[in-house]
């Protein structure tokens, strides 16, 4: 793995997106919760966007925030389970030059403990396209208050041992 952590925290940009056919975003508790919670690490929020769960919509607005030199992260919200209108996954990963596939399996491994086997319907996942890392979230809160609090906050701190992202995203 190498060295791959340093001594002192490196605040990043990060941008937040909620999947919705039914919210605004007076509505939208779980991309207002990851906003939150990124501040509160000492992150910076550069964009946050709630749009329909719609497959070339979805794509037209990572794209643009991949392709921009000051966003560093994307967070997603809603739009990794099973029913016909769920399409993050298709949408994104066609976008990825490289997956983090223990994303998605640590997170359906913390949430087998909640949930049981209905975990194996969350499709949630991550992955890195032009530098930039990309966590897609389930839209429940809670769903996103566990990958935020249990895999992301410690794997977007610099100084967590023995490796994170941070390293691995695009400078600015």
């Not at 996942?125 to 990958?147: E, H, K, M, V, W």
Request: hydrophobic share 35%.
């Amino acid at each position: 793995m190498g060295h791959c952590s340093t001594t002192e925290f490196t605040p990043l940009n990060i941008a937040v997106l909620t999947l919705s056919d039914s919210r605004d975003l007076s509505q939208d508790t779980s991309g207002q919760f990851l906003q939150d919670a990124l501040q509160q690490a000492g992150h910076q929020l550069v964009d946050r966007k709630l749009i329909k769960d719609d497959k070339y919509l979805i794509r037209s607005v990572i794209s643009q925030w991949v392709a921009d030199d000051n966003v560093q992260v994307i967070l997603t919200t809603g739009g990794t389970g099973f029913t016909v209108r769920d399409n993050t996954p298709e949408s994104v990963k066609p976008l990825f030059d490289r997956e983090i596939e223990g994303f998605g399996e640590l997170f359906r491994h913390i949430t087998y403990t909640e949930l049981g086997t209905s975990t194996v319907q969350s499709r949630a996942l991550g992955g890195f396209a032009n530098q930039t890392a990309i966590f897609c979230l389930p839209g429940s809160t809670g769903a996103c208050r566990t990958g935020w609090n249990k895999i992301i906050k410690e794997q977007l701190d610099a100084t967590h041992r023995p490796c994170n992202f941070v390293m691995h995203v695009k400078q600015v």
